[in-house]
């Protein structure tokens, strides 16, 4: 069985551009969590997607967006990057009845 | 606001030892707590999940507690291998899930050869 895939695996953007990342669920899970990880500030809560719908979203601006398609995968858009958007953005799916999530491999975005 | 805080920030053992590493959180209501390993600029592996009616899980060499009511859990890795060596990472997550996990900051873990 597949797990959670993410692309791209890496991706370099210049200040003001967009940003957009995917991320594929393990098939089942209906829900998914975006996570930010920059250096030296550990792994921060963006967004939570079930169902297709936006549930709830961490202490991010509202440059951070994204959505969930009709299969359940999710993309991530950041609008307007800045310097301190380069990360390594991590997202993960749920089995709902234990609560266990599971995460992709990242993708790391690059803001020269 | 839940924190978790997880000790050491590093450690460094010599092949073959057991060894535990710590994980203590603020907020006693939590619906499960897990444990993650994260090798560098790589994603998170699931390593154990506790729920909150738990006290234990096993899987191979590692074994994590939870005591709810003091808000701490524990990893233990036994007979430590090289392949060992990476960031171990405690989560929490309250029921409903509307903010995912809660992670500690991790313990980068080096085991010598």
């Known amino acids: 069985e597949a797990g959670v895939t993410q692309s791209p695996t890496h991706l370099i953007k210049t200040r003001g551009q967009q940003a957009t990342l995917r991320c594929s669920p393990i098939?089942?899970?209906?829900?998914v969590y975006w996570y930010q990880q920059a250096l030296g500030l550990g792994l921060q809560f963006l967004l939570w997607?079930?169902?297709?719908?936006?549930?709830n979203r961490g202490n991010f601006p509202p440059r951070f967006s994204g959505r969930q398609f009709p299969n359940y995968s999710s993309e991530l858009n950041v609008n307007a990057l800045e310097l301190e958007d380069s990360a390594l953005y991590l997202c993960a799916s749920t089995a709902r009845r234990t609560g266990e999530l599971f995460f992709g491999e990242g993708s790391r975005l690059t803001v020269l | 606001k839940q924190e978790v805080t997880q000790i050491p920030a590093a450690l460094s053992v010599p092949e073959g030892e057991n060894l535990v590493l710590n994980c203590s959180f603020t907020?006693?209501?939590?619906?499960?707590l897990q444990w993650f390993r994260q090798d560098p600029g790589k994603g998170l592996t699931s390593l154990l999940l506790i729920q909150s009616s738990q006290r234990e899980q096993t899987s191979g060499r590692l074994n994590a507690s939870l005591d709810k009511s003091s808000g701490r859990s524990t990893l233990y890795i036994a007979a430590s291998q090289p392949g060992d060596s990476a960031t171990y990472l405690c989560?929490?997550?309250?029921?409903?899930?509307?903010?995912?996990?809660?992670f500690g900051k991790g313990t980068h873990l080096i085991i010598q050869p």
């Open positions: 098939s089942g899970h209906t829900s």
């Open positions: 989560a929490v997550t309250v029921g409903g899930g509307a903010d995912g996990l809660t």
């Open positions: 997607y079930d169902e297709g719908e936006e549930r």
């Open positions: 907020d006693s209501a939590i619906y499960n």
